[in-house]
């Protein structure tokens, strides 16, 4: 069985036989027509613009000056590493990498380490745009399926990357070096260290999916070409993060792994939650969006599949939303359901909330999977990348059935991300948290295996989480959490929720075994807090990936869980897995810590519980 996971699995299960399916239209992916191509490049050309504009508008001086010592292009004979450099280098992964892209760049050989810091991300940037740019050379080779579907991943991904390595370049710039003829107040912004964290783990986490996706491809010309273009980039980006995280002086290191910390946290005092529900320092309009009817809202696109409103798709709706937007933008979709192909909230769609009719009322649906030889980043049938994305009171589904394997109900990568009183149903791979910073509150999710995974820094509250009959041979997975790089400020924290068992699995009588996760990639990071665990989780409450693989290097942590599944007297007794017993440890995963970041959850209105508990 294909997973979709760079390790093998440890489940096994025989393969079904094969069967007729309906195969989405992808007639238009494996021969571009020139129209396309010439978007393509457009699109390419913009991104290069981007980058170009960023070096120029926070540049450092010391990049800008001409100095013998600059360890240019012209000298035949790599310069030795100062002091500086060496030192920063020996806080990261990949120390031969980031000692000989550090000395050839200008500037570098007369930085301080925090200069180093600036310069690090700026090559990382230019070295991404490149290989952005450069990929328009194999847009028109002709691909099978599922190598289109592993490139377009690509072509996003890193799209996405530059986005996020440019503001995290004009964060960390020095003071006085924007330039003051830019007046782009997007590219002004300039972010907290746990913003910079938050981009720079995204950045990774990109190209981590992006040649995971390439790996499952059979087109070995396609992936060698793009193989090629992507060299060095994830281990760029780890530097970039390594050397960030070592030099920044910052408290604000909410998601920095504990054993990583230079200091402790203190302790941060909230104000008491209202009657309400929601916290007192919440915004009065806000309070009152999330809180009212949906008849008392004024959405600015309201979508009917009868046609009695502003528009008859999603997909319309999300086109008339204004590109990267300050204002909350509402598209309030009424009962039905919707199946539209490639449904994306993109990512210079900012501030959207899409409003429905209830949990089973207001349905977003699709049948894609990896038997329709697609990527799993590509089978979602939802997905957003917009930051300050907000989902509100709909169901979102993918029906592929267990047999098809990786199907995604549910995609985020859209920072700053709430999903509030809402369903995600599926089986394996449901709700697929991908990067960034996201919340849900008040959820169900159902599915089988893996069916909360990713890699996002995410907080699930006061959720159902629903564990269904997967097929034979199988064992039931609820996490599969893909940290890869000791610095990535991500994780999966699961807090005030209740495991729950369908009654299909619990009339298995315990052929199934269900686990709380397992490890996907070498620093997998997992917590459940304060949560109800029933009877159909295992004793051993996780489950090995391939053999010993990361079980000294995850942290896995449970802190006063309950009900009877919750007992921990017969865990595994890995390493990287612990009973926390400290409120101070535990504090570390909530949403004040992990996610709060600069103060952005409470302006949505959407109630929480910033600590532990009220």
Known sequence: MNYGRLQPKSQSEPEPEPELTHVQDHSNLPNKTKKSKSKLRLVLLTGV??????????????????????????????????KA??????RTLYQNLCVNSLVDFPGSMSASDKELVHISINMT????????????????????????????????????SIDQLQSALISVAPAGSISEGDTNPDQNKVGSTEDVLTWLSASLTNQDTCTDGL???????????????????????????????????????????????????????????????????IDRKERKLLQMPVAGIQADVVV???????????????????????????????????????????????????IGDGKGKTVITGGASVQDKL?????????????GFIARDITFENYAGPAKHQAVALRLGADHSVVYRCQIIGYQDSLYVHSQRQFYRDCDI????????????????????????????????????????????????IHSC???????????????????????????????????????????????????????????????????????????????????TSAIEASRFTVAKFIYGSSWLPSTGVAFLAGLSD
Request: proline share 4%.
């Open 446 to 493: 159902y599915g089988t295996v893996d069916f909360i995974f990713g890699n996002a820094a995410v907080v699930l509250q006061n959720c159902n989480i629903y564990a269904r009959k997967p097929m034979e041979h199988q064992k039931v997975t609820i996490t599969a959490q893909n940290r890869k790089d000791p610095n990535q400020n991500t994780g999966i924290s």
């Open 215 to 281: 790996s499952e491809a059979e087109d070995s010309e396609v992936k060698k070409q793009l193989t090629d273009k992507l060299k060095d980039l994830s281990e760029l980006v780890s530097n970039s993060l390594a050397i960030y995280s070592a030099t920044s002086d910052d408290e604000d290191f909410g998601g920095i792994p504990i054993q990583n910390r230079r200091r402790l946290m203190s302790d941060v005092h909230f104000p008491d939650e209202s009657v309400s529900g929601f916290p007192n320092w």
């Open 498 to 580: 209740k495991l729950l068992a369908q009654p299909d699995l619990l009339a298995s009588n315990g052929s199934f075994q269900t686990f709380l996760g397992r490890p996907w990639k070498m620093y997998s990071r997992t917590v459940y807090l304060l949560s109800y665990m029933g009877g159909h989780i295992d004793p051993k409450g996780w489950l090995e990936w391939d053999g010993t693989f990361a079980l000294d290097t995850l942290y896995y942590g449970e802190y006063m869980n309950y009900g009877p599944g919750g007992a921990v007297g017969r865990r595994v007794k890995w390493p990287g897995y612990r009973v926390i």
């Open 49 to 82: 613009t981007l980058i170009v504009a960023a070096a120029i508008a926070v540049t450092l001086a010391v990049t800008l000056r001409s100095k013998s010592s600059g360890g240019g292009s012209g000298s035949m004979v790599r310069p030795k590493p100062t």
């Open 85 to 90: 450099i060496s030192r920063v280098c020996s």
């Open 304 to 354: 009917s599949k009868n046609g009695n409103a502003t528009c008859k798709t999603i997909k319309e709706a999300i086109k008339m939303a204004p590109q990267k937007s300050n204002r909350r933008f509402i598209i309030y979709v009424r009962a039905g359901r919707y199946e539209e192909k490639d449904l994306k909230v993109g990512r210079k769609k900012k501030n959207i909330m899409l």
């Open 125 to 160: 940037l230019q070295r991404v745009g490149r290989a952005f740019y450069t990929s328009t050379d194999i847009v028109n080779l002709e691909m099978d399926t599922k190598a289109r579907s592993a490139y377009n991943d690509c072509v996003e991904l890193l799209e996405d």
């Open 375 to 387: 990527t799993t980043f590509h089978t979602a049938s939802f997905a957003a990348t917009g930051a």
